[in-house]
């Protein structure tokens, strides 16, 4: 049989065109008339080697090759008995998997025996690209096969449809099934004999004889491996497009419902094609890569789909080498003006030619290209552009920072011109370029400068055409999400990079519609990337920027966010301005001592807008923040300029104003005071000189809150007759409560005091012969018998709890930290340090405890007496003979927890004196 086939075939070759046969004519007959202890796979062997006898490598001879494969793909598939496309749908092609039978393997042996195997291999995608073309219904599925028309074998080929026919029928007879509906069982069959042939190419190209002939250096070699992996591009591109076509009608209605083998079968033939790719991609050299890379961008009218996975490939390449200078490195380099020269293309739905459809369609195109080319240049950079590399072999890249401020400004200016265009489009475009730009510039750095003002404006104009995206209802907030990281790390490698040229920015650069906007800052919650990007900013521009050159400009933002005169719409942007501060305090503490006389002024400038911040909504936050960074700021100073800093503040505080309408005497007092006990606290015993000064206002606080909530002090009740009981119930009615909040800061930064001088040795509270301790005494012995309106504003934790307002201010309960009477005795009382100081602290304690109308005022009395023998332990067991009396009664008194608190004073005095007090 070998010898007559290798004496037929050629001579059947050579002369069959004129009889208008094909060579699957001759397949068929000599299949049919094989003799019966020959079998299939030894034919086809024959045919092999006779085939191989023709001194012929034309395209021709690569498509009677192909078919031969085809032929012999299909009859090892159906040798296998489970082979029935008639059952429940077992057989449906799977993920890269092909039903072998136990002749498979010898397709793959004929692979590596025909002559031309990569030419047929070629030939062999060509008629995988028609059978996934006619299984998805595109009428594109034509026999082009770029065939020379004089050459012999042209007319030998084997068409795809009659391909077709044999997947369906098998070789046995001669079948054209081509422009047929096909049904399901027809369907089903055409798409195992795909899989099968995409199958057998895959496991084809890991031949060790491919491999050496892609490594060839020879040229004739290298073109047709350059052809090879240009037709697997352009095959996975179809696959890819022919997937989407199916998926996006039978998701719509619009076509014929697809089963579940016919999606297993879509989603497993990209996969498998992409596996090809990237089986041949490794093994062409570097220059065979790029050149067939660079000859796929110069086609003007390629395709788009198949030049974007061809940068894809050019990025991932790129960082599989060493990121060191070398020969690989400077031939990947080469390409970047190539990928520059692709971002010139119009963006724009109003410009280009043809109808609108059309220019549309060309702008949806080359944003596709202009993206894809942005991202290979991004990946080219950032792994090959190291340190290690030269000035002038990374100043490949300066045109490239050009085009991007080009691309970016015109980006920008058609997503806020042009109502119609494809926002989401604009959206990846721009993420794209600021993610290359990005990266840029942390590789050319100064290079870049040039640059800056082309570059900052479109990225401030893209933050706004953001900012006002995400406000729609339907919009895709993580697209929105990316676009916002790609613009911030842009940013943050312009601070890293060149911080000391960023001055005339900084203004528009901490704006409210900007880098400050709430939109932006609010994406950290939910994104740790995000957030990291957004610390990271923060502090470069904060750290890197002198501050002679940021405070200034900060400060001013501060100003107009907090200033709702200062701008067109009125609006009060107290979260930005907590933004801007918290910078400005990352600033101070990185400052140097030699920077604080040009720091002071603008520090000030700050605090004091933020403490006069009227608006409820906000206050405590801002209040807060500007805190934080006047006391980095006083943290830097000496106590030489401490204290005119301090004095500074209580001039602007003001006078105390009794006028219950005066807010802003108010709100300047409950700034003052909250940022006295932040001080106070941090500084401790160095803080106390400053507070020597302020001791007369705070004494006035106290004695103005007294004459507005202690309207009955005594408690106790001389004759039934002549007054009338005082309901617990009753209230006291005051109006505009809110002139009243700086009570409670007045009393954290007293209780903060007292604890520190406590530690001192309580020098600074009996100064004056203890003049100071009795003038704080008496206010706070009062209020301990105080009625405070329920609706009183206080700050407290959010612990779960009901208590009086009385029992939270004056008690402590939910306030502990935040400023309450009973501690301010706790501390009064460590402070004192004698017990001379003691006794009328402790009459004032006991009188609350004896108080018979008011609960609330027992409870708070015995809780503040058991708080100072804790605090205070043996020494003030001298006293504890005056308190037994009240002690007893309380033990008996109607209410749980006051009788309890008095057991639990009992017990203590018992430990510490050793004795039973019964």
């Given amino acids: 049989m070998k010898e007559a086939l290798e004496a037929i075939v050629p001579a059947y070759c050579s002369n069959a065109h004129l009889a208008n046969f094909t060579f699957s004519d001759l397949l068929r007959s000599v299949l049919s008339q094989s003799v019966e202890d020959m079998n299939k796979p030894e034919i086809y062997g024959h045919f092999v080697s006779a085939l191989s006898l023709i001194p012929n490598n034309s395209p021709g001879m690569s498509s009677l090759l192909a078919s031969l494969l085809a032929n012999a793909a299909f009859d090892s598939s159906s040798s296998d008995d489970s082979m029935n496309l008639d059952n429940d749908g077992d057989d449906s092609p799977t993920e890269g998997r092909v039903r072998q039978g136990k002749d498979a393997t010898f397709v793959l042996d004929l692979m590596q025996r025909v002559p031309c195997m990569v030419s047929a291999t070629s030939s062999l995608l060509r008629y995988i690209r028609e059978l996934l073309f006619s299984l998805s219904g595109n009428e594109e599925s034509t026999e082009q096969m770029d065939l020379d028309a004089t050459d012999t074998f042209v007319s030998l080929s084997v068409p795809c449809s009659e391909l077709m026919g044999i997947a369906v029928n098998g070789p046995s007879e001669k079948t054209d099934i081509s422009g047929k509906q096909h049904t399901d069982q027809v369907r089903r069959s055409l798409m195992l004999f795909t899989t099968n042939l995409i199958t057998f190419v895959r496991d084809g190209l890991m031949n060790p004889n491919i491999g050496r002939l892609m490594k060839s250096r020879d040229e004739k070699y290298a073109k047709l491996c350059l052809n090879l992996w240009q037709d697997l ?160 072999e990374i100043s490949v890249f300066v045109p490239s920072v050009s085009k991007i401020c080009t691309l970016m400004a015109e980006a920008t200016d058609q997503s806020s011109n042009d109502h119609d265009g494809d926002e989401d489009a604009m959206r990846q475009l721009l993420s794209s370029a600021a993610l290359s730009a990005a990266t840029l510039i942390s590789i050319l750095k100064v290079r870049c400068l040039p640059f800056l003002p082309k570059l900052i404006k479109p990225l401030l104009s893209a933050l706004c055409f953001a900012n006002k995206s995400s406000t729609k209802d339907d919009v895709d907030h993580a697209a929105i999400n990316i676009l916002y990281r790609a613009i911030v790390r842009c940013f943050v490698a312009i601070v890293e990079t060149l911080p000391q040229f960023l001055s005339p920015y900084l203004d528009a650069i901490l704006s409210p519609d900007t880098l400050l906007s709430q939109a932006i800052r609010e994406c950290v919650k939910d994104d740790s990337n995000m957030a990291a990007l957004i610390k990271r900013f923060d502090e470069g521009l904060a750290t890197k920027v002198p501050p002679r050159l940021l405070l200034p400009a900060a400060s001013e933002v501060v100003t107009r966010c907090l200033d709702d005169n200062g701008n067109n719409e009125g609006n009060v942007y107290w979260r930005e301005a907590i933004a801007v501060i918290g910078i400005i305090t990352i600033s101070i503490r990185s400052c140097s001592r030699t920077d604080l006389p040009s720091v002071i002024v603008k520090v000030m400038s700050v605090a004091m807008s933020s403490f006069s911040y009227s608006k409820l909504d906000g206050r405590f936050e801002l209040l807060d923040a500007a805190n934080k ?52 606290k941090e500084l401790r015993g160095i803080f106390l000189p400053c507070m020597s000064s302020v001791v007369g206002d705070i004494v006035q606080e106290l004695e103005l809150a007294v004459s507005k909530f202690c309207t009955d002090s005594s408690g106790r009740m001389k004759s039934a007759r002549k007054r009338r009981r005082v309901s617990e119930e009753e209230s006291i009615n005051i109006e505009n409560l809110e002139s009243w909040r700086p009570i409670q800061p007045v009393l954290l930064c007293l209780e903060t005091a007292l604890k520190a001088d406590a530690h001192e040795g309580g020098e600074w509270i009996r100064a004056e012969d203890s003049q100071r301790y009795h003038k704080i005494l008496k206010p706070l012995s009062k209020l301990l018998l105080s009625r ?53 602290l402790n009459h004032a304690i006991l009188t609350a405890c004896g108080h018979e109308t008011r609960t609330e005022v027992r409870r708070v009395g015995i809780s503040a007496l058991l708080s100072v023998l804790r605090t205070l332990g043996e020494e003030y067991m001298i006293l504890l003979p005056e308190c037994l009396p009240v002690l007893s009664e309380l033990l008996e008194d109607r209410d749980e927890g006051i009788a309890r608190m008095a057991k639990e004073c009992v017990q203590l005095g018992e430990d510490l004196l050793g004795e039973n007090l019964a």
Wanted: proline residues 4%; contains cysteine.
């Fill in 233 to 392: 591009m352009q095959l996975h591109a179809d696959a890819l497009s022919c997937r989407s076509e199916i998926l996006q009608q039978a998701n719509s209605g619009a076509g014929r419902e697809v089963s579940d083998w016919e999606r297993t079968f879509w989603d497993a033939a990209p996969t498998a094609t992409q596996d090809c790719v990237d089986r041949v991609q490794r093994l062409l050299p570097t220059p065979h890569f790029l050149v067939s890379i660079t000859s796929l961008l110069q086609e003007k009218d390629g395709d788009v789909a198949l030049q974007r996975r061809a940068l894809r490939l050019l990025g991932e390449r790129a960082s599989e080498i060493d990121p060191l200078p070398s020969a690989k490195a400077s031939l990947f380099l080469e390409t970047v003006p190539d990928l520059t020269n692709l971002l010139g293309g119009n963006i724009s739905c109003k410009n280009g030619e043809g109808t609108d459809q059309d220019k549309s369609q060309q702008a949806r195109r080359n944003i596709v290209l202009q993206q894809a080319a942005l991202m290979a240049i991004e990946q080219l950079a950032g792994h090959l552009c190291g340190e290690s590399f030269s000035s002038e």
């Fill in 629 to 680: 960074a006047l006391l980095s700021l006083v943290m830097k100073m000496s106590e030489a300029q401490l204290r005119p800093l301090y004095s500074r503040l209580r001039e602007w505080r003001g006078d105390l104003v009794k006028d219950e309408d005066d807010n802003e005497s108010s709100i300047r007092r409950f700034s003052f005071w909250s940022m006295t006990a932040v001080l106070c």
């Fill in 788 to 840: 405070i309106p329920e609706s009183f504003p206080l700050i407290k934790d959010g612990s779960n709890g009901k208590f009086s307002a009385y029992e939270m201010l004056i008690g402590g309960k939910l306030t502990l930290e935040y400023g309450n009477v009973g501690g301010c005795m706790t501390a009064l009382s460590a402070a004192a340090g004698n017990e001379q100081l003691w006794k009328p």
